[in-house]
């Protein structure tokens, strides 16, 4: 055992030492041409957000070519319509893709919040960039279906027999290989193993695989050991006598004497103590397992004290997206044509409450709730403004379907614009906000028309008059 931590330990340090350098990628998919093709990773494993490393325009011959700087080996993904493709990409390496077959999305899979896109591996036509994908498919294809197949013998069981024989397989794959991402994506892939072995004892798992260990957010089987481990960890912890409980320190908001808690009882290592406070306040800001103003405190406290630049990046990265279109908020920018041609933005809207909805015209939902829209329009014309965004396919219909029904609040054009849906983060429609007079954010999940979205906008106008009326005595 202590051989092969030797062994990660240095794989590790040399994995952290790789310089930037420029990845190649080229192809022809002639039934892409004309997309735009965008190459990510996640770049964190908290949110599981991605960066964007680059795109490309497929030309109209179907090539396609990009080069992006990158920093590790790492997971590429890149959305393909109805599928996602991915490979791992080396730095400083050329690769000659083939794209699967174009599948474009149903219009009941793009409004649908529940789609999830294929995930594909992506054919790499170079030979000499192809090892390490090779390697990790053959990887995952023993831990995928030997899991699957033992999963009631070692996690209801605890077969030790069966546990090994399926490390003892992973280790053979790829024996030869001395990449250091691939070693610790093997070793990682081992540990998934033993965790389900030894599920009922959590704890020892975490001290024997994840508090020590750098914190490898680009390797795949590092962050599944991690969230399998981490999930929960907090709320599960029994309370000391001696000490402040885990609610207690985060309703304090104080990052640093909750980090030094887990750091004394578990010895985590501060960055690995510093991932696992941030996976459970992300998960129980949404959980509200804890105190939301104390679960911010102590991540705005880590974007400047944590231990890491990493961390700190992780930790800002993490407070935005739980702020984001929090009360409050500003709300994102865009820039759309109204029915009548003419650009519209957010701001041209402020001085009223503004009741932005997503909307498509030829879904049965959202014109059910269109003649409680034009109802409210009417009683609150001094005070509310109904903004419609149509993610219809044909935004000429929907216009028509406007002025034919004689609606006469605004309707932007949204269509073929995922970039709004995602700044705004419509997983489904109708999708209703409600923004304040000065344009920020009262409600990122309101009330619709026929969930008593008027009673609430005449207390909060009475409540508005009221504070007026205060303020002037």
């Not at 109209?60 to 319509?81: A, H, K, Q, T």
């Not at 704890?203 to 508090?211: A, D, G, I």
């Not at 849906?421 to 028309?449: C, Q, T, V």
Request: aromatic share 12%; net charge neutral; charged share 20%.
């Amino acid at each position: 055992m202590k051989k092969s931590f030797l062994l990660l330990f240095f794989t590790i340090a040399y994995f952290w030492t790789v310089q930037a350098s420029t990845v190649k990628i080229s192809g022809s998919a002639p039934q892409y041409a004309g997309l735009i093709l965008e190459f990510q990773r996640i770049c964190n494993p908290i949110t599981l957000n991605n960066q964007t490393l680059g795109s490309c325009h497929v030309g109209v011959d179907g090539r396609f070519n990009i080069e992006f700087e990158l920093d590790s080996v790492s997971r590429i993904s890149i959305p393909l319509g109805a599928n996602n493709g991915f490979f791992f990409a080396e730095p400083g390496k050329s690769y000659l893709l083939r794209l699967p077959p174009l599948r474009k999305k149903t219009l009941q899979e793009r409004r649908s919040p529940f789609f999830r896109p294929t995930t594909l591996l992506l054919e790499i036509q170079n030979p000499e960039a192809r090892p390490l994908n090779d390697q990790i498919a053959h990887l995952d294809s023993i831990f995928y279906s030997s899991l699957q197949k033992n999963l009631r013998a070692i996690f209801m069981q605890h077969s030790r027999i069966q546990a090994e024989k399926i490390k003892q397989m992973l280790d053979q794959s790829g024996r030869d290989c001395t990449l250091p991402f691939f070693v610790n994506y093997r070793q990682y892939r081992k540990n998934y193993i033993e965790c389900m072995l030894q599920a009922q004892n959590n704890e020892k798992n975490v001290q024997m695989f994840l508090s020590q260990q750098p914190v490898l957010v680009n390797n795949q089987a590092y962050t599944e050991v991690f969230r399998l481990l981490s999930k929960d960890f907090l709320k599960g912890l029994p309370s000391n006598p001696n000490d402040k409980s885990i609610e207690q320190l985060i309703g304090e908001g104080s990052f640093k004497e909750l980090q030094n808690s887990l750091m004394n009882r578990f010895h985590f290592s501060p960055d690995v103590s510093g991932l696992f406070i941030l996976q459970n306040l992300y998960d129980g800001y949404y959980t509200k397992d804890y105190s939301r103003n104390g679960i911010l405190s102590v991540i705005k406290e880590m974007t400047t004290e944590a231990s890491s630049p990493l961390l700190r990046t992780l930790a800002k990265d993490t407070n935005d997206a739980m702020t984001w279109l929090a009360a409050g908020s500003p709300v994102p920018a865009f820039s759309l044509t109204d029915q009548n041609g003419q650009r519209q933005s957010i701001e041209a809207f402020n001085g009223k409450y503004i009741y932005l909805n997503f909307i498509a015209t030829d879904d049965y939902s959202c014109r059910e709730h269109f003649k409680a829209l034009s109802e409210l329009a009417a009683k609150y014309a001094s005070d509310l403004t109904i903004v419609s965004i149509s993610v219809d396919d044909d935004f000429s219909k929907a216009s028509a379907f406007f002025k034919q029904k004689g609606y006469q609040w605004t309707l932007l054009d949204g269509s073929n614009n995922p970039d709004i849906l995602k700044a705004f983060r419509i997983n489904a429609i109708p999708h209703y906000l409600l923004i304040n007079r000065d344009g920020k954010i009262l409600n990122s999940e309101a009330l619709s028309p026929y969930e008593d979205f008027a009673a609430n906008m005449s207390s909060i106008l009475r409540q508005e008059h009221f504070n007026q009326l205060k303020e002037k005595n």
